[in-house]
Nanobody, 119 residues
Framework: QVQLVESGGGLVQAGGSLRLSCAAS????????MRWFRQAPGKQRELVAG???????NYADSVKGRFTISRDNAKNTVYLQMNSLNSEDTAVYYC?????????????WGQGTQVTVSS
């Protein structure tokens, strides 16, 4: 079994920055693609950014140029650096990881971390 634990959310003023982290833990696993999603009140969960094991990245248009996703494979950790935050970035942010365990690939989710941007 694999667990994803997120941290780094909080309250920030518009124009500010936050850095989210998500660490995967467990035994005998290999983390493949990792992604950040977010869900605002009354809205569907949406993809924010993704990163492959060899660090190829993709971003939602709404965060391009403001957010940066990165990872540390030795620590099985993915990061999301969020700059120039605005009220539309307020949401619960979820980490997702595709994890290979003995040739079987499964998708795991973190518990979510709240990001609130005040104007």
């Amino acid at each position: 079994q694999v667990q994803l634990v997120e941290s780094g959310g909080g309250l920030v003023q518009a124009g500010g920055s936050l850095r989210l982290s998500c660490a995967a833990s467990g035994t005998s696993f290999s983390v493949r693609t990792m992604r950040w999603f977010r869900q605002a009140p009354g809205k569907q969960r949406e993809l924010v950014a993704g990163i492959t094991r060899d660090s190829s990245t993709n971003y939602a248009d709404s965060v391009k140029g403001r957010f940066t996703i990165s990872r540390d494979n030795a620590k099985n950790t993915v990061y999301l650096q969020m700059n120039s935050l605005n009220s539309e970035d307020t949401a619960v942010y979820y980490c997702q990881a595709n994890v290979e365990i003995r040739t079987v690939t499964k998708t795991y989710w973190g518990q979510g971390t709240q990001v609130t941007v005040s104007s």
